[in-house]
């Protein structure tokens, strides 16, 4: 019997915008079922709607990008991630595009991890509405289209 060796050639797959676009999805239905308790203000909803957001965006980023890549070029930006897209990928009108805007500016301040006493202060006037962010996070997950 003769002695046979079989070497497996290194391969790639790219799972990465499947697990992003999944997260992104779980990010969204963990908003969906959130219940703030008491009559608290609460910026979880408005979080976890940027975090989907981020991660749906980013996915698309990485049908041609690694992931250390997309991490070190667009960090949490989600203005700049959605501006460096692919334009088949551009799907916001001039309104949903200015609501990512307002929004990515609070989100990369923390601003919806961390309570300020400034935006407090101002009834937290800098916040998008949260509806329309709902909207724009559907739109961009692909639930709307």
Known sequence: MNNITLTAEPGFIN??????HKTAEHFYKAKCDFQPSG????????FLCCRAIELEIKSKHLEEKRQQLVKKELGHDIVKAYDTLDEKYKILNEDEYLLLKKTSEVYLSKGFEYINVGDAGTAFKRFPDLEALDALTRKILGYDA
């Open 39 to 46: 009559d608290f203000f609460s910026p979880v909803s408005f």
């Open 15 to 20: 799972f990465s915008p499947y697990a992003f």
